[in-house]
């Protein structure tokens, strides 16, 4: 019998083992032999019994608990379509969502008339995947004062493999820009807010009166942008820039880079010099 | 999908015991028919409930600048909402309408059944153009095989009036003048198409799906039963029905004459093939061309024989028009 | 072009290779990272087939959605530049349809399409130069497109053209010997030694189908050995970057 | 009539000897769900095809294929058919080499199977349409379309369609001529036409439709 090798990389029809006592999961499949071949290029992973094969490379694979930025493609009967570059529109159910008038507000039919009022096609929020099925496509919620409509800044997108993982997605970066970074490869580049998120959770927990609360989740749907100032505006542009070079330059994405890359980057007055390709690459060869 | 998934069923299990429901084996044929019409080039192909017809004409062309000595030949197929309702009206869109027709250019005008030098009359200036036009008048599969054989036996049946050349003119006799001569045509192509048919019904399982080679035999067409020992799922069945069209996946489609050449294969997908799979499918293609190819002179035969005996050559060649002037 | 050009008494042909040699060929994952999921550029010779894999993705309409397995669609453009005659191409010429049409049925059987519902997966394969067949460009090219975007297939499948020059099949034909002679692609799945997708045009003799049949898979397999180890690279540079 | 498997209804006819033979064969389907783009909320929408056995479809068949279209259109109940398309196809399967002369045959054989075809798909029809082509020599003489004729030289052309229903009388739906007449003439004609499809549509295609039930 043949031992899998759990470092090695696989291609499509590559057989893993030919030993039954494993569980194929992802990126496997049981050939008529009943051995288990690769049906996927990537690493071999193991679980217990469960052998997977991780692609390292294609669309966004959503996993529980990730924070995700999206847009919205379309207002359907009690949800919304949301899109994040994986293989389905995720949906989020109106039952997921916040409403102006506090956490414990009962949802009325009035509520699903103006749907679109709340959000409509086009707007992009942050959100929480909430539950996989089986198929690829997810369930999201925006549950938590942290997630909803996004206002502010401006997006940036990149191949979802080039995002880690971490505890905090967003990030408060020099210059009073604020970073989303969604695990689905869209980033969201903000000016700050003037609060932590954090405090306000805390505030609430202090026990907050109800008119306090409406006005925090009614900023959750706010549709006009404040008023930015120049400076912020060029910060945003040059972190935008900053992350186009990693991904020109394939290196992974996270908060410490992103401070550490645009330290680097102040060198140059101009952030547009950071477009030409020898900049960028000059940049990354700086960095750890 | 025009039939209901009991059906399909009901079709893959009576597939899976070895029959098929017209009682054909999986290797049989129906039997074609041809009629020919009044017409010269004029023929009706039956093919089971399949039917078509086949009408060639001639008209007086210049040559490509390309190709000064060839004659021009064109092949069209109307496959409209009369055969079936499923087949939309005035697009040439859809898998099977181009299917159709870029097989039969594929297998009679690709393999250079028709000779078109034969067609030049002045080169350079004169040439025939022969066209086909393919009407399909009912479908119940096998367009490709119906259609490739009225086109070969319409050709065969067809009759150019003679030409001669003076000075600079083209004078084309008419019929009663001089007789009409046969087209040249170099090699009769008969093609044959197999259809697989997975008999599971989930047919996306991956269990079942699998390597279909790992120990799938060689002679895997004239062993299907063996094949079901070995629990692959996977069938082929020649001149398939509608129904046997639509729950298959995957076709091999070869063109044959009977100079054991083979004009033409064309498959992708279904099951996977050793290279003496594919020359036993071959081997099949060339009987089968040859009995086709047998039964269309015959009846080419039959009918040439009719129409001298009854004179109906003398009275085709009446050409009423020529003595009704027109206004 | 006279026969004895084609194939010479000595057993040259008219680049100079041998009855089984393929031309050089080269092959990259992931040209195009930014434009699609998964991209993938094959030359063969002076051919060359860039591929673009957009998906599994959200249907662009509604109609083309099935609801158990994803949507395979297969665009073929071949640019005007492409040949020695500049000639315009458009993707509804019917040769370009079937091409495309074959290409889809031969994947439907290896992609696991059932793993993704309710999806499209989009492969617009451009022929940026055409040197003799272009089916076994593009097949090759979609084959290593598909992996690049992550698709979950059974196995590769590598594919190479044959001519055949009287009795002697050639393997991987240029333009020339393409047409002055009756060729055949054929698609190799994964090491099967094995046929998924069998073309052929012009007359052959039907005793000749074999011989050319197992030099085309033996010349599959090469091209399969060729592109398993790019897809290895493609890896391992992936590694690589995750780990920095 | 009922030839053809995979239709609703279906009907073949055919008149005269080669080479001045029509022979024309008509598939309807229908009432069926109609396309989004062919819906229409009151009636049914009707789709004529028609194709001549040689060539491709041109302007000339376009527009024998909105003559048959209007003159079927006039007696289907498409009331009764709301959001429903009615297809028909109408293939000539024979038709005269001139195709100047064969032209007005294929319109009215067109009409006469296409009605055929519908009244076989068990579509609700107000009443028959019959139609009938003349040719009107230089020596006046009225005669069949499809009648050889020697030594004559033709006038004028003509097809003609009637809408016939018991107890009233036939009405004019379609007439398409062309060449020079005198208005007398064609008034005659035009009474022959009518004698004539009455006696068609009593006689032929009432023992058509007769058989098949």
Known sequence: ?288 | MSSSNIEQDFLRQVLAEGLRPDQRSFNDAREIEFNFGAEYGNVEVKLGKTRLVVQISASVKAPRSTAPFEGLFHITTDLSSMAHPKFENGTSNGVEKIMVSRMIEKSIIRSNALDLESLCIVAGKRCWMIRADVHYLNYDGGLVDASCAGVIAALLHFRLPDTSIDGENVIIHDISERPPVALSVLHIPISSTWVYISLSKDENDADNVGDDDMNDSDNDIDSNDKNLEYGIRKIAVLDPTALEQEISHGEIIITANKNREICQITKAGGKLLSSSAVYNYSEQAFDRALKITDKIQRELKKDFEQRNKGNLGTDLSKNALNERPVE | MSRYEIYSPEGLRVDGRRYNELRYFKCALGTHAHAADGSAMVEMGTSQVVCTVKGPQEPQQRSSMDTKKAVLRVNVHVAPFSSITRTKHTSNEKQLQELSMNLEETFADVVLAHLAPRTEIIVDLHVLAQDGNIMAGCVNAMCLGLIDAGVPMLDFIASVGVALADSVPLLDPNHIECSELPNLTVGVTGKSNKASLVIAEKRILLDRIKPSLDLAIMGCKTVHDIMDEQVRIRLNSLEDRIKR | MNILENSSGSAQRALGEAPLRINIICAVNGPLEAKHRDELPQHASLEVVYRRNIGIPMIRERFIQDRVHSAILSVIKRDAYPRSVIQVVVQALDSCHDADISFYSEISEGINTACLALVNAGIELSALVVAKSYIITDEGEILDLNQPLRKKTIESKHAVAFRIAQNTEPKLVLCESSGPVKDDLFMKMLRKAENDTKLLAEEEFRKTIVDSL
């Open chain 1, 1 to 288: 019998m043949e031992e899998p090798s759990f470092s090695g990389l696989f291609t499509p029809g590559e057989l893993i083992t030919d030993d039954p006592m494993w569980m194929r999961g992802h990126g496997t499949y049981t050939g008529q032999d009943r051995k288990t071949y690769s049906s996927v290029a990537g690493k071999l992973q193991r679980v217990n019994k469960l052998l997977t094969v991780k692609q390292l490379n294609g669309r966004y694979d959503p996993l529980v608990g990730d924070h995700i930025v999206g847009r919205i493609t379309e207002v359907g009967n009690r949800k919304w379509s949301v899109e994040l570059g994986a293989t389905q529109d995720a949906s989020l159910q109106l039952g997921s969502v916040n409403l102006p008038g506090g956490v414990l507000r009962r949802k009325s039919d009035d509520d699903e008339l103006n749907m679109r009022e709340f959000l409509k096609e086009g707007d992009l929020l942050n959100a929480e995947v909430q539950m996989v099925y089986q198929d690829g496509g997810c369930a999201l919620h925006t549950r938590s004062l942290r997630y909803g409509k996004l206002r502010n800044g401006m997006l940036c997108t990149v191949p979802p493999n080039l995002i880690l993982r971490q505890v905090t997605q967003s990030h408060d970066l020099e210059g009073g820009v604020e970073a989303i970074i969604g695990a689905n490869g869209y980033i969201w580049l903000r000016q700050s807010q003037g609060q932590k998120p954090e405090q306000q959770t805390t505030r609430k927990a202090n026990g907050l009166n109800r008119l306090e609360q409406d006005s925090d989740a009614a900023l959750i749907f706010k549709d006009t942008n404040d008023e930015i100032s120049i400076q912020t505006r060029q910060t945003i542009s040059r972190y935008y820039n900053c992350i186009q070079a990693l991904a020109d330059c394939e290196m992974m994405i996270f908060g410490s880079r992103l401070r550490e890359i645009y330290e680097a980057s102040l060198v140059y007055a101009d952030a547009a010099e950071l477009l030409k390709i020898e900049v960028k690459q000059d940049l990354c060869r700086q960095l750890k």
